[in-house]
């Protein structure tokens, strides 16, 4: 019981790692023990995130655009140049794009769609090996993927190929579960709602005022996503398979 949420040993490889969730996960694995890969598609946030968080164990910086299924392949290959095996493989990095309705354009749609939903399904496909290496009945792999509140209950805003993107991801999570599980890869998801970040603009400016219409009177902070994704990562969730914990202070239960 006590080594419940170690990740001591493990290896993950966090997308979008440089900041907001995606960093927010990645020093939580590395308190636990993990060995950290993160990727960003700028090279310097993401090498100057990766020595930062190098004070708190092993952080590899591995800059690439991973959008798509060729985004994704290079971004295994270039994992691959390190490691042999995968334990946790966190695909978080996602975009956004906010339109009218009548004017919400075609390259909006699918830049959100290829990074938010055909990434996360050709990164793992591209990693389904070194996932298989690392696995065992013993110590299980894992898929964190990680989508939105949006894609459970809709928001004022008109992005569209956002909530058509985590609202897929969250049904794909569970697809993949289905099938990877008979390989000892466990694939779940988590849906955030409001953590400040430079995608979620009003979380990370207007805090204090989102507060007032969130149940528990706060936005999430580091430790609470940080948590949520070291129990889906270690022994703790290994029984979770294909299931998306709704972090969000209860937000969800409040939309229609």
Not at 12 to 31: C, K, N, Q
Not at 177 to 184: K, P, V
């Amino acid at each position: 019981m006590k080594d419940l949420f170690t990740l001591k040993g493990r290896t993950a490889l966090v997308t979008g790692g440089s900041r907001g969730i995606g960093r927010m996960i990645a020093e939580g694995f590395l308190h636990h023990g993990a060995k950290v890969y993160i990727s960003a598609r700028k090279a310097g946030p993401c090498e100057e995130t990766a020595k930062e968080l190098s004070k708190l164990g092993p952080c590899i910086a591995l800059p690439l655009d991973a959008s798509g299924a060729d985004g994704a392949k290079k971004m295994a290959a270039r994992y691959l140049e390190h490691e042999k095996s995968l334990d946790i493989l966190v695909n978080n990095a996602g975009a956004a794009w906010g339109a009218p309705f009548d004017e919400f354009p075609e390259s909006g749609w699918d830049k959100v769609m290829d990074l938010n939903l055909k990434t996360p399904f050709f990164l793992t496909q591209a990693l389904h090996g070194a996932l298989k290496a690392a696995a065992s009945k013993e110590k299980l792999a894992k898929v964190i993927n990680i989508a939105s509140i949006d894609g459970i209950v809709v928001n004022p805003q008109e992005t569209y190929s956002y909530h058509a993107s985590k609202a897929g991801l969250m049904h794909l999570t569970k697809r993949m579960a289905i099938r990877l599980i008979r390989d000892d890869i466990v694939v779940t998801a988590i849906a955030p709602g409001a953590f400040a970040s430079d995608m979620n603009r009003d979380a990370r400016d207007h805090g204090d005022a989102l507060s007032k219409v969130i149940p528990s009177r706060r936005i999430g902070t580091a430790e609470d996503m940080a948590g949520a994704a070291i129990y889906l990562a270690s022994r703790a969730g290994d029984y979770v398979v294909g299931s998306t914990i709704i972090v969000d202070g209860g937000v969800s239960h409040m939309r229609g």
